[in-house]
């Protein structure tokens, strides 16, 4: 275990946002029961008001999610320096395997959450409510995945074992085997080029269809898609985009862009990314809600919302990925 | 306007301090009418109002307002009916101490979307035709009470309602502005707001050119007078 | 969005209508934040200080072990040393530490050898009969050039040497506590086996080799014990981060005092805000805009105190040397002469900092926040 300020916050967090994400789920439970749209009395107002604090509640939780995101991995950088050969955030990962695990249900219940908190918008656009119900079941299945994340990332730096130096010997002799995993990084640049700017050409017409038109077909295949590009990107900037900004033909690490010494370009890199894909998502996610009366309008209109911020989103992050390729001195050759 | 039908309302169902508050109250008001609901405290004349004002849920019963039915309607969408349609006067002014006749007046906007600029020239405009102009940057506890009045009703009229609401607006009132207050409730009818004040007060119900005069005891409508309206003052 | 922000405008409007209230909560809050930051701020630098020191220090030394310490080990090491593959040079290094009355401080004493990067500030390095001392040591002795230096450990290990040179150091550790001799002068001093050495210096050609050539040590000189630089790094940076982590355990428990008294403070609604609510109700404001409204309202908190904690804790450690911590954290503080933390700022720190206060302080106003939100519209009509 490593008593480091930035692991305790982590806990901390970890420890209240699960308790939140309790909480909520139990008051959830409460509304699954007992709702009745239908009913005026002091029962149903009092559920009614409940809400409010799941809602306000899942927000938190949604904004915790990303912001300790960046915590975890900023963590991880930081403490790199006590593991033999973890030269980035991505060799304290290695140091043990559930790191990784951690690292991907934060993701997962980033957009989750943030899914729940679209969901909910449009619930609350609805004078009868008619998500009421799904809502409330969807909020009981995130909360396992906010527990499990939280319970990850414990287990995960409580197994951390510094390597330090012993009374007899430099630790250095146990642990020669861990070397920073290389294979992602092994993917051949000119085909992932291809790939990727392939998939961002695809998506984008995709995205500008999807707004003109109002085809649910086409809503669900932009949303496909833009699920594929979230893959392609990350392995993208793992493969080519990591390494025009490290200017290193041989660093791949996904993290380092988030440093100061690369002008912290991989917040906006990854911010747009995530805005990008989570509103094409999203939109094609709602698209069967439209089926509802009292929702039709409302989707519809936010679904216009979502699929333009989305198309600035993955513009925005195409840009950014692209300005080193053109604009830096450093050629990789492939 | 509004058409209430088999009102009912129980306050805290099922525990000892269980309330009655109205039975069975049915009533309809029609737009541009003035009504006063009239009743000893206790006779369920602020329920009833709080009810019309979208505030209070109805046990029982139904409410139209323009032709739409609130009863079940969740309290996210109550509010943005009460926000467009009705503009309340409280008893005892209940002015927020500390800001300005501005912020006060600007207070039902705020939660709104409404342009900075729509909202600065509707402030004046109201505070002028209730010549209260010349204090818009006093901080309310400095106000007389005349004045508290004007800036009640300033922000009962900022979001230009169909309907104002007053509950026992004379109570704080000495006769000379309680009379001056019936002046301008009976302006605003003129000039085509539905206005309904529950009272006890004589000023305020022995006027001839109420509409329509609702007696409540006990929770129960005892007696609708109804009167022709007279013309509008000039 | 105009919504959000004339909401905000309303916050901070109430904020100062309630300034007394409000002022506590703000000073503790500061306090909080403030004493949090000099913690982190300090531990950072001296974890910064502590490999500053190392930075220049030789990618591996070996030394002798003797019944589990460290022992001096035999100038005969270094030729079967010579002979590995991928050894450059081998350098034996003679030094130890002097207590020095007059200050209370303790010196190294250290044999010059060829790769110390020390900057001469005037003069010479030292030959016989001479010493070289750090900036930190000349102040505090107030040495200047060609003046003697007097060392005594027994009656017969004494030494009167002439200063020739001040340095300056890469860390203000050593810059504060070197002193430098001849070689000659440290064996004499120390009483030194003339066959041995405190440890020996090795570099390596070829950096990935390190650990290849100190497992070659370790296995032909079983008594010896390599440490490469890394592995010094790593450890101390786990004893900073030991510490820091220490602290804060230790200060978790004003932190949950504080929680509960904001907690308390925003459940405590004043019969005043309570009724400001039933108003705002009243004329159209919806529960969500409430919550917005307070919500608004705990962030500015959270965001002055914050910032004004986190400037208050960075002057406290770099204006005023952490005077609150230095000796909780410090630990060995004989070993740190005056220290000089170098000021810096690190925006992970302050995120962490950030974590550890903002976060909990928000969730602990979002139930107290909703309860008073919710109140009935009717509220101010029914009183």
């Known amino acids: ?334 | ?234 | 969005m105009k919504k959000h922000y004339r909401i905000l405008e309303y916050a901070l409007s109430s904020l100062l209508r309630r300034k007394y209230k409000n002022l506590a909560l703000f000073f503790i809050y500061t306090l909080i934040v403030c004493l949090l930051s000099s913690v982190m701020f300090l531990t950072h630098s001296l974890k910064q200080e502590a490999i500053n020191v190392f930075i220049d220090a030789p990618e591996l030394i070996v030394q002798r072990l003797l019944g589990g310490r460290h022992d001096l080990i035999p100038l005969s090491y270094v030729d079967t040393i010579k002979s590995f593959p991928g050894v450059a040079t081998v350098t034996p290094r003679f030094w130890g530490y002097y207590y020095d009355s007059l200050t209370g401080g303790n010196y190294t004493v250290m044999a010059l050898t060829s790769n110390a990067s020390l900057n001469l500030i005037t003069g010479r390095m030292p030959e016989e009969g001479e010493c070289a001392v750090g900036k930190g040591v000349a102040q505090a002795r107030q040495l200047d050039i060609n003046d003697a230096l007097f060392f005594t450990l027994a009656s017969e290990q004494k030494l009167m040497l002439k200063v020739v040179g001040i340095f300056t150091a890469n860390s203000s550790v050593l810059t504060n506590d070197l002193v430098i001799f001849d070689k000659n002068d440290v064996i004499r001093f120390f009483a030194l086996d003339k066959a041995k050495a405190t440890d020996l210096m090795v570099k390596i050609n070829n950096e990935s080799e390190i650990a290849t050539v100190a497992n070659k040590i370790k296995r032909t000189l079983p008594d010896t014990r390599p440490i490469t630089r890394s592995e010094i790094l790593r450890t101390y940076e786990n004893v900073f981060n030991w510490r820091g982590g220490m602290a804060l355990v230790l200060f978790c428990g004003a932190l949950l005092a504080f929680f509960i008294f904001a907690w308390d403070k925003a459940t405590g609604l004043s019969a005043e805000e309570r009724q400001e609510i039933g108003i705002l109700k009243a004329i159209g404001w919806e529960t969500s805009d409430v919550l917005t409204l307070k919500f608004w309202e705990s962030t500015v908190i959270s965001f002055t105190s914050f910032l004004t904690g986190v400037i208050l804790g960075y002057i406290h450690v770099f204006e005023f040397g952490g005077t609150i911590f230095v000796p909780i954290l410090k630990g060995w503080s004989i070993l740190f002469p005056p220290f000089d933390p170098m000021p810096y700022i690190d925006l992970y720190q302050i995120v962490v900092i950030f974590f550890l206060t903002v976060v909990p302080y928000l969730a602990s106003t979002i139930i107290p926040s909703w309860k008073a939100a919710i109140a009935d519209p009717d509220t101010i009509m029914r009183t």
């Open chain 1, 1 to 334: 275990m490593i008593l480091h300020p930035g692991i305790l916050a982590l806990f901390i967090g970890e420890g209240l946002v699960i308790a939140m994400s309790l909480y909520a789920s139990l008051l959830g439970v409460e509304v699954l029961r007992r709702w009745d749209i239908n009913s005026s009395s002091e029962e149903q107002l009092r559920l009614e008001r409940r809400t409010y604090l799941i809602s306000t509640l899942m927000m938190y939780v949604m904004f915790y999610e990303v912001l300790s995101l960046f915590l975890y991995i900023y963590t991880l950088d930081s403490i790199h320096v006590i593991f033999v050969g973890a030269m980035c955030a991505t060799g304290t990962l290695n140091a043990n395997d559930i790191g990784w695990y951690a690292l991907y249900i934060k993701i997962i219940v980033f957009f989750l959450s943030s899914s729940w908190i679209a969901i909910n918008y449009l619930d609350n656009s609805a004078e009868d409510y008619p998500l009421v119900r799904a809502k409330y079941k969807l909020l009981l299945l995130i909360t396992p995945f906010i527990v499990f994340c939280g319970f990850l990332l414990v287990k995960y730096f409580l197994g951390l074992k510094p390597d330090i130096i012993t009374s007899c010997c430099g630790s250095l002799f146990s642990d020669e085997s861990k070397k920073v995993s290389g294979s992602l990084a092994g993917l051949p640049i000119k085909a992932m080029m291809v790939t990727f700017y392939a998939s961002a050409t695809l998506l984008l017409p995709l995205i500008v269809l999807s707004i003109t038109l109002r085809n649910s077909f086409l809503k669900y295949l932009t949303a496909v898609n833009s699920f594929a590009f979230f893959f392609i990107s990350m392995l993208s900037i793992i493969s080519f985009i990591s390494i025009y900004f490290y200017e290193l033909p041989m660093h791949h690490c996904p993290f380092d862009i988030l440093q100061d010494t690369y002008g912290y370009v991989g917040y906006p890199l990854y911010s747009t990314l995530f805005t990008g894909v989570f509103f094409s998502l999203i939109s094609g996610i709602v698209e069967p809600l439209k089926k509802i009366q009292s929702l039709t309008k409302t989707v519809e209109r936010a679904q216009k919302m979502w699929l333009a911020i989305s198309a600035i989103g993955i513009i925005a992050f195409v840009t950014i990925s692209t300005w080193p390729i053109i604009f830096s001195s450093f050629k990789v050759d492939m």
């Open chain 2, 1 to 234: 306007m509004v058409r209430i039908e088999g009102i009912s309302k129980v306050y805290n169902t099922g525990l000892p301090d269980e309330m009655l508050a109205i039975t069975d109250v049915s009533l309809e008001i029609g737009r541009g009418e003035m009504v006063v609901l009239k009743g000893p405290s206790g006779s369920g004349k602020t329920t009833l109002l709080g009810i019309i004002g979208c505030m209070v849920r109805p046990t029982q019963g139904k409410v139209v307002i323009n032709d739409k039915d609130v009863v079940k309607l969740p309290e996210r969408f109550l509010t943005q009916i009460r926000r467009k349609t009705f503009g309340f006067i409280f008893q005892h002014f209940n002015l927020i101490p500390g800001i300005s006749v501005r912020e006060n007046v600007c207070l039902p906007l705020y939660p709104t979307n409404i342009p900075h600029a729509v909202m600065k020239d509707r402030v004046q405009a109201v505070l002028k035709s209730l010549e209260i102009h010349h204090k818009i940057n006093t901080e309310v506890t400095r106000l007389s009470g005349g004045e508290k009045q004007r800036v009640a009703i300033a922000r009962a009229l900022i979001n230009d309602p169909e309907m104002l609401l007053a509950d026992e607006p004379t109570a704080h009132l000495d006769s000379k502005l309680s009379e001056d207050l019936i002046v301008i409730l009976r302006r605003l009818s003129a000039e085509g707001k539905t206005i309904i004040i529950a009272s006890h007060d004589t000023i305020v119900y022995d006027k001839p050119y109420l509409n329509r005069i609702v007696e409540m005891r006990h929770g129960k409508v005892i007696d609708v007078v109804l009167r022709e309206p007279l013309p509008a003052i000039q």
